[in-house]
């Protein structure tokens, strides 16, 4: 739209009414609107035309116009592009001028949101100061790179609001924190961690009784320190979001101010099937502790109660106090959060008061297909015994029910015992964690206890991995292991078994161990007995025949299995652990002719190209 049309239309409004007007002055004046304050050149028209209307006296429509009574307060969320708006807020921050043209930049908040503004230096209008509120009056929306901003020039008003008019700060849950906002929140500082960078003076973690954020103190905002265990209200903090997680930047305008023990919220008593990461006060039972790895740490175990458990942790802080076994607490200002998928719970000190009454708990048994990270009861079978891995490790394998199976694991310890092949146990308060997402059950800690008369029907693992068996590890074919009850560990060739030592009265095993390679990865396998039996076709007694009747021994085993296997294509199913592959069932993938053509008339093809 040419500003020459502009003036046109509004002198012959005028004119035609009586008012002619200075075409000069008019001209200057849509010029400034439009190429000084970045005003729409349709906004500028209806603008100077009301301007001219009021001067005269005269009511002059304005079709489709958007300026609204200076009366009118516009809530910050509320305003669109190309709008004439008034409205009242706190300015926030201030960000330096780049241009000689601009006086001022900044961002002002109200209660909806906030919004950037721009001073024109022609508006001569006052400076704003951060912090502090102030009623703008006539101010022009406008948009740039799909950001709404406000612009101020000479027609705005800007007028202090008096302390007594300010409105009270709205506090903002922290499941509400939505990014690029400026929000007021009050919560407690659960963690504090070094910051990474001179640029920041501090890193926390608020929480609140509907969630935790992060904190980022910047160095630049002289801010206090931020103590654990207090509570505090942070007015005026920019919400932001990297990489899918939001947390909240605290600047030189933030306003913070640890709050006394009678203006810390109230937090109700919730189940614990129904917390989450966050503040809550909670009622249960003591029903397992571990003896704690680090001392850092003074105490571990599981809290149950009618609905559900969760693991907790106390640290080694001043005032911090064991809880005891099987004895029935209320603990306020619990800190809720996660750690492996897994919902954690911390004691803060002083926080724990035993309550007298003791109420029976019913565990909830749950399938293993139902299992999650957390505290979980069981009624499974000893399905599968894993070799360890690690010295630390006392047993590990799989736990199996009609649903399908589980890994566990039972690290060495003076309480710890070891689970029988083929038993079936009633495990009640078990940790579930996971990693590089699979699940695993620490049987530590738990309450085990046997079933000898029960019988489970287990569903084997159900995975497969086809590829080719490129390697065979020594201890392949006929193995002697060690026949102390609920060992079954794999003897050295002079019958030593790393916990039971010498071990004459061995028994005989069968299983190939080796790499089998898919073509985009190499899994460290194991096949059982019954696997390597219907593969090769040898049976365990026709194994340790063969191996009785030639002078190499277990070796002739291991050379007959290696000829029969190694360089072969499988489809082995059972269970995968990272690179772990542990088979139960094995066949020799069959040569598929259609699938040969293809891949030939593929080839060629690509040849082609």
């Excluded at 504090?192 to 640029?199: A, D, M, V, W």
């Excluded at 003076?414 to 308060?429: F, H, K, N, R, T």
């Excluded at 699979?438 to 590829?467: F, M, Q």
């Excluded at 049976?539 to 360089?567: I, R, W």
């Amino acid at each position: 739209m040419e500003l020459k049309e502009i003036a046109d239309r509004i002198s012959e409004k005028f004119a035609a009414a009586g008012h002619p007007i200075d075409r000069a002055k008019l001209e200057e004046k849509i010029i400034r609107y439009v190429e000084e304050f970045s005003v729409p050149p349709t906004e500028a028209e209806r603008a100077i035309t009301g301007d001219y209307a009021r001067q005269y006296g005269m009511e002059i429509p304005s079709p489709g116009s958007s300026r609204q009574d200076t009366g009118s307060v516009s809530l910050i969320s509320d305003i669109q592009a190309e709008q004439w708006v008034t409205i009242e807020g706190q300015v926030v921050t201030l960000i330096p001028s780049r241009s000689p043209s601009v006086a001022q930049n900044g961002v002002i908040s109200d209660s909806s949101g906030a919004i950037r503004f721009t001073v024109w230096s022609k508006a001569n209008a006052p400076v704003m100061e951060q912090g502090k509120w102030y009623r703008v009056e006539s101010a022009v929306a406008d948009e740039y790179n799909g950001q709404v901003s406000l612009k101020i020039h000479s027609g705005t008003t800007i007028t202090d609001i008096s302390p007594e008019l300010i409105p009270e700060p709205v506090i903002t849950p922290i499941s509400d924190i939505k990014p690029k906002q400026w929000i007021t929140v009050e919560g407690k500082i659960t963690t504090t961690f070094p910051p990474r960078s001179p640029s920041i003076a501090q890193t926390a973690v608020l929480a609140d009784n509907t969630g935790t954020v992060r904190v980022t103190v910047w160095a630049s905002a002289n801010a206090m320190e931020l103590e654990q265990g207090q509570w505090y209200r942070l007015e005026l903090v920019e919400t932001d979001e990297f990489n899918g997680q939001l947390s909240i930047k605290v600047h030189s305008g933030t306003k913070i101010t640890p709050l006394s023990r009678d203006e810390i919220p109230q937090v109700e008593k919730t189940p614990l099937s129904q917390v989450s990461p966050g503040i809550f006060t909670v009622e249960a039972k003591v029903v397992a502790v571990e003896r704690p790895a680090v001392d850092q740490i003074l105490q571990r175990g599981i809290l149950a109660d009618e609905t559900g458990a969760i693991k907790f942790v106390i640290r080694n802080t001043p005032g911090a106090a064991p809880l005891e076994e099987n004895q029935w607490y209320e603990i306020s200002g619990a800190v809720i959060d996660r750690f492996r998928g897994a919902l954690s719970l911390q004691v803060p000190p002083g926080s724990a008061k035993p309550v007298m009454e003791d109420r029976s708990i019913r565990p909830n048994i749950v399938p293993i297909t139902q299992v999650v990270p957390g505290v979980v009861c069981l009624r499974a079978k000893m399905f599968q015994e894993y070799e360890g891995t690690s010295d630390r490790i006392l047993q590990n394998g799989l736990l199996g029910d009609e649903t399908g199976t589980i890994r566990f694991i039972i690290w060495k310890d003076e309480d710890a015992i070891q689970l029988v092949p083929d038993m079936v146990y009633g495990i009640y308060y078990a940790s579930v964690d996971e990693f590089n997402n699979r699940l695993s059950v620490s049987l530590n800690g738990a309450t085990i206890v046997p079933d000898e008369n029960a019988t489970i029907h287990v569903k084997p693992p159900s995975e497969e991995v086809k590829g080719a068996m490129v390697h065979l590890s020594p201890g392949s074919g006929l193995i002697k292991r060690c026949p102390v009850e609920g060992c079954g560990r794999v003897l050295s060739r002079q019958n030593y078994c790393p916990v039971h030592e010498i071990q004459p009265n061995y028994v005989y095993d069968l299983r190939i161990k080796g790499w089998l390679d898919d073509g985009q990865k190499t899994y460290d396998t194991i096949i059982s007995r019954e696997g390597v039996e219907e593969l090769t076709g040898l049976s365990l007694a026709s194994a340790q025949e063969m191996a009785e009747n030639n002078p190499l021994g277990l070796d002739t085993v291991f050379y007959h299995v290696n000829e029969l296997v190694l360089g072969r294509y499988l489809v082995c199913r059972g269970k995968t652990f990272d690179n772990r592959l542990f088979a139960y069932n094995c066949e020799f993938r069959k040569f598929d002719p259609g699938m040969h053509a293809e891949l030939v008339n593929r080839a060629e093809g690509e040849a082609h190209e």
